[in-house]
């Protein structure tokens, strides 16, 4: 298995910065974050010229690319948004296919929804996610739907449900532990659940409360037993990228210091990889 970080928690520094800083602190790999408030990230500002230039930096930094995440939802009820949605998916495929990031790069996105609108909004989930899939059919990716603590993807036998249904080798799940583990399920249970149609990975850290409310923390300062998880992860089979992410509930908050908590977190992840006695590749 590999590290990889998430540029989502770099709101204000371009990849041109991020990925050699990344390199520097140890990590494997980076996860590109495509949003419009993310600095300089959407790819009608990534010209060809810069396409050129980070293309090499990710080369001369030895860097993956274990996915690009473009924020928003699959599930979107305007049909126009919708279509506006599935033409940035096709301009992600592009920047992927320009930075040359593998064979068939993979494209997250959360699936969105409301938990307790489950069974109004889960057929519309399926039609949308069959959209994204056709179109990464077509444009040689793979679409990965992010389950999320809240949303009515939000426990391992709706995401399977889910997955199963859409039935496309071109989609799968983005799976972040921290919203099952959110969602009361064994970290142990999740893993062996959801290994077989996860296409990506997120972990960070959270906090819960007897009032039901929670914090989404940096990796190390919450609860999740991430040696556990990373035993999981190995028994279950992955050999791929762990990618951690920073919650906004962090990064946007004053003070936030974007190197510091990407060292942090990749001390503690770094650390458990010890602790659980699974080898870096």
């Known amino acids: 298995m590999k ?39 959407m790819p009608d500002q990534i010209n060809l010229r810069r396409r050129k230039e980070l293309k090499q930096l990710l080369k001369r930094h030895r860097q993956g690319v274990p996915a690009f995440m473009v924020l928003g939802h699959i599930l979107e009820e ?19 296919r320009d930075l040359d990031v593998g064979e068939t790069p993979v494209i997250a996105r959360g699936i969105g929804g409301k938990s ?35 949303a009515a993807v939000d426990r391992s036998k709706r995401a399977i449900w889910v997955i199963e249904t859409v039935d496309s080798p071109s989609a799968g799940l983005h799976f972040d532990i921290v919203h099952f583990y959110l969602a009361g399920e064994r970290i142990e249970d999740s893993v062996n659940n959801l290994v ?27 609860e999740l037993d991430s040696v556990t998880y990373l035993k999981a992860m190995h028994k279950a089979g992955w050999n791929d990228f762990i990618t951690l992410e920073v919650s906004a509930r962090v990064w946007s908050k004053e003070g936030y210091c974007p190197v510091q908590a990407a060292s942090l977190s990749y001390a503690t992840l770094n650390k458990a990889f010890k602790i659980a006695g699974v080898t870096r590749t």
């Open 78 to 96: 305007d049909e126009q948004a919708h279509q506006d949605n599935l033409e940035l998916m096709r301009q992600v495929a592009q920047l992927a």
């Open 196 to 222: 077989p149609i996860t296409i990506h990975t997120h972990i960070t850290d959270a906090r819960r409360y007897a009032d039901g409310q929670f914090d989404l923390l940096l990796l190390g300062e919450g």
């Open 3 to 41: 590290i990889a970080y998430g540029t989502y928690a770099m709101p204000l520094m371009k990849l041109e910065a991020a990925i050699p800083t990344l390199a520097q602190i140890g990590y494997d790999g980076v996860e590109i974050c495509i949003g419009s408030k993310h600095l300089e990230s």
């Open 116 to 150: 307790d609108l489950w069974e109004e909004q889960r057929d519309q989930i399926v039609q949308r996610f069959m959209d994204y899939a056709q179109l990464a059919s077509v444009e040689g990716f793979i679409i990965a739907g992010e389950a999320h603590f809240g």
